[in-house]
Nanobody
Framework: QLQLVESGGGLVQPGGSLRLSCAAS????????IGWFRQAPGKEREGVSC????????NYLDSVKGRFTISRDAAKNTVYLQMNSLKPEDTAVYYC???????????????????WGQGTQVTVSS
C-alpha cells in the first residue's frame, strides 16, 4: 500500500526556517515525481515545489523561489523541503504527493498526483 507521511511542521517566527520531510513506504519514491503542496484556510491548494521522477528536475512556485529547496534522499526513500526566510503568508497545511507520471519534468497538475500524505501544519507568526 502506497503511503506518504509528512513531518517537520511547526510554529516559527518570520525569517525562520523549517525542514519538512516526506517519507514514502510501499513504493520507491525516487521512481516517482514528488510534489509539495500547501493549503491555507479559505484558499485553494497550490503547488509549492516538485521534483521529477527522471533526472530529479525541480520546479518552484514563484513566491518561494530562492527561499525553498526540494531534495531527495533515495536511500531513505524521503523527500525534503527546506524552507528558509519564512513569511506569514507561508502559513498553511503542507502536503506531499506522488506523481505517477514517469518523465523528466514536474508540474503542479493536481489530477496527476494520486497518492497524498495527511499534511503537516506550518505557522509563521511572531
Amino acid at each position: 500500500q502506497l503511503q506518504l507521511v509528512e513531518s517537520g511542521g511547526g510554529l516559527v517566527q518570520p525569517g525562520g526556517s523549517l525542514r519538512l520531510s516526506c517519507a514514502a513506504s510501499g513504493f520507491t519514491s525516487d521512481r516517482h515525481g514528488i510534489g509539495w503542496f500547501r493549503q491555507a484556510p479559505g484558499k485553494e491548494r497550490e503547488g509549492v515545489s516538485c521534483v521529477s521522477s527522471v533526472g530529479d528536475n525541480t520546479n518552484y512556485l514563484d513566491s518561494v523561489k530562492g527561499r525553498f529547496t526540494i531534495s531527495r534522499d533515495a536511500a531513505k526513500n524521503t523527500v525534503y523541503l527546506q524552507m528558509n526566510s519564512l513569511k506569514p503568508e507561508d502559513t498553511a497545511v503542507y502536503y506531499c504527493a506522488a506523481d505517477h507520471r514517469v518523465w523528466g519534468r514536474c508540474d503542479f497538475f493536481l489530477p496527476s498526483y494520486t497518492s497524498w500524505g495527511q499534511g503537516t501544519q506550518v505557522t509563521v507568526s511572531s
